[in-house]
Each structure stands twice: as structure tokens, then as C-alpha cells.
């Protein structure tokens, strides 16, 4: 959404990594470079025995070779998971090769042809990927943006979830029995109000970026004293967060499954500062064009996955400690998108 991916997920988190895919980029580019030598195919095939429900019946993509990728943290490798299935239910033969080691990782195999199909975020594409500074609010028009952008790149991208991982701040329900923070502009005004009050625990990075702390004070008016910014790996956030009284906020991400968890509320970005990062099936329009019958399996699939429901299973990864192939099962087998042979 495992064992080193979930640990991943714990020490960064999913936003994060999609946020610091241009620093990794020339590492992960060199990775590739090495790879490509071998034509990026090692992974595993998918052994599980799995037949149509809902989605698949006919077979379409009998005889297919397909292999599916991911990068690597819990919700994106539960994801990968879930496509790799959906492919082997209808019929295909699918190596699995999710949890690459970053976003630029698995974009690039998606544009190469090195794997066929993953789930990845518009948010990310837009502007690391595309290179735009400024998102685009609305999250179908900027959906629809990358979509023909892409086109160009030789990736197609399918309908999108409205699974949105995105950055919030997250408070205590304890907390915020006593502040009744909904918005970011109820934080602006209680900092405004009570400077002292507004203590915020983040990451080093977000700390710094524009479209991180810096950007949403600007755009929100308010202005944090040092002082009051704590800085600390994601992971420990929300256990502050969560249990001590030196963050009264903390940076979150919109699809984590420890908000839940660990009985926080998030407050809603009511300005649209942050870009919207939703999920959608994206595929190499080769394999795309040879076999259209894909949108076909994976368009059910991205209605069904909301925002709530990838928090409920990254718990089950996370904070659990499940495996996200068994996750990814059990949620298409209990959704009835395939069936256990």
C-alpha cells in the first residue's frame, strides 16, 4: 500500500514521495540507465488463482503478457496489486513488478514499455512529470490536462478515483473539541487570535517547499512563529500529534490510514492551496491500443476507490501490518470485482 514497503510508508509517507520525486529523479534515472541494460523485467508472475466476477467475464485478455508496476509505498504497491489481479482474473499472464523505488522510477517504465499499467496521481504528473508550477483547482479539468498532455509521452491515462492524497493538517479529536478547527482559515484565524496556540509539527521538507508550510501561509495570511514549527520525520507526527500536547497540528496526508487510526480530524484546505493528487490507471498506449478492453476492467475499479477506502486498507498495511497483495485481494474479492478460483 509488505515488509520494506510498509516500512517506507511509515518513515515518509505516500504525499511525500510524491513531492520529492524531482530531487530523487537523477538517482532514479540512473537506476534506470543501469536496469535498462536487462530491459527492466525482473519481478515476479502472478500465481494466485483468480477468475471473473463482476469485471473480466469473457476472458479479454486471454493470452496476454502484461506486467503492472508501482512505486514504493502502501497505497500505490496495494494499487499495482489490485491492476496485476484484475489483468490475471480476465485471463492475462502479469509479472509483477510494483515497488520501485520512487515516482520517476515507475513513470518512466510506464513510458518505456518496461510495464504496462499502474495507478499514479495527477497531481504528480502535472507538475513533476509535465513541469507546471500551478495546479489546476479543479481536479477533472486537471485531470483531463494531463490525459492529453500524455498522449505525447506515449501514456494513456484512464478515468480518475476521487481517492485524493493529498496534504492536510491533521489535530487531535481531543484538541479539537476545544478549537473546533474545520478549515485551514479557522488555523489562520486562531494563530491571528492566539499566536501561542498554533503550534505545527512538519517535515523538513514541507517546512521549505512553496507548496508546502511557506505557500500555505501566504496563501491563507498567516504567519506561524518559528518558534512554534517543530520539525521531525512524518511518522512521528502523528504519533505527537496523536498523544502529546507539542503539536497541536501536524502535516498529514489525506489517505493515510493512521488519521483514522489514531483519531485525528483533518481540517479542510477550503482555498485549494495544494494540489489535488488522485489515483487513476495509467498505461503504456501501446499496450492500451493492442488491448482496449483494460478500461473495460479498470474503470469499476476507480469508481469504487474513494479517499476513505484507501485509508482503510493502507491501515490494514500499515497499521495492521498486512500484507498489501492479500489486502488488495480480499478488498476486489469482497468488492465482487473477481472471484477466488
Given at each position: ?174 484538541n479539537n473539541a476545544k478549537y473546533h478547527l474545520k478549515t485551514l482559515s479557522d ?99 501501446k499496450t492500451y491500443a493492442k488491448y482496449p478492453a483494460i478500461a473495460g476492467l ?30 488488495a485481494l480480499a478488498w476486489l474479492v469482497r468488492e465482487g470485482f473477481i472471484k477466488?478460483?
Amino acid at each position: 500500500m509488505r515488509t520494506g514497503a510498509g516500512a517506507a510508508r511509515t518513515e515518509g509517507g505516500a504525499a511525500r514521495r510524491l513531492r520529492t520525486a524531482l530531487a530523487a529523479a537523477g538517482g532514479a534515472l540512473a537506476l534506470l540507465a543501469v536496469a535498462s541494460g536487462c530491459g527492466l523485467k525482473s519481478g515476479s508472475p502472478m500465481v494466485d488463482d483468480v477468475v471473473p466476477g463482476s469485471i473480466g467475464t469473457g476472458l479479454p485478455l486471454k493470452g496476454a503478457s502484461l506486467t503492472v508496476t508501482s512505486k514504493n509505498f502502501s497505497e500505490n504497491i496495494i494499487l499495482g496489486q489490485m491492476v496485476g489481479l484484475v489483468f490475471k482474473a480476465a485471463g492475462a499472464e502479469v509479472l509483477d513488478r510494483t515497488n520501485l523505488p520512487g515516482s520517476i522510477s515507475a513513470r518512466e517504465a510506464i513510458v518505456k514499455g518496461d510495464a504496462d499499467a499502474m495507478y499514479d496521481y495527477t497531481g504528480t504528473a502535472w507538475i513533476t512529470y509535465l513541469g507546471h508550477s500551478k495546479p489546476i483547482v479543479d481536479p477533472q479539468a486537471q485531470w483531463r490536462a494531463v490525459r492529453d498532455a500524455d498522449l505525447a509521452h506515449g501514456v494513456t491515462w484512464l478515468p480518475q478515483s476521487t481517492l485524493d492524497n493529498t496534504y492536510s493538517l491533521g489535530i487531535s479529536q481531543a484538541n479539537n473539541a476545544k478549537y473546533h478547527l474545520k478549515t485551514l482559515s479557522d488555523v489562520a484565524a486562531l494563530a491571528k487570535k492566539d499566536p501561542s496556540a498554533v503550534t505545527i509539527c512538519v517535515e523538513n521538507e514541507f517546512a521549505s517547499r512553496e507548496d508546502g508550510l511557506p505557500g500555505m501561509e501566504k496563501a491563507y495570511g498567516m504567519s506561524i512563529p518559528a518558534g512554534n514549527i517543530q520539525k521531525m520525520d512524518a511518522g512521528i507526527i502523528y504519533t505527537q500529534v496523536s498523544k502529546s500536547d507539542s503539536c497541536l497540528l501536524g502535516e498529514v496526508f489525506t489517505t493515510d490510514g493512521r488519521i483514522q487510526a489514531m483519531h485525528l480530524a483533518t481540517v479542510q484546505d477550503d482555498r485549494h492551496f495544494f494540489p489535488n493528487y488522485n489515483a487513476a490507471p495509467v498505461l503504456h498506449s501501446k499496450t492500451y491500443a493492442k488491448y482496449p478492453a483494460i478500461a473495460g476492467l479498470l474503470d469499476p475499479l476507480s469508481a469504487k476507490l474513494t479517499t476513505q477506502v484507501a485509508r482503510e486498507l493502507n491501515a490494514k498495511v500499515d497499521v495492521d501490518g498486512e500484507d498489501p497483495h492479500d489486502v488488495a485481494l480480499a478488498w476486489l474479492v469482497r468488492e465482487g470485482f473477481i472471484k477466488k478460483g
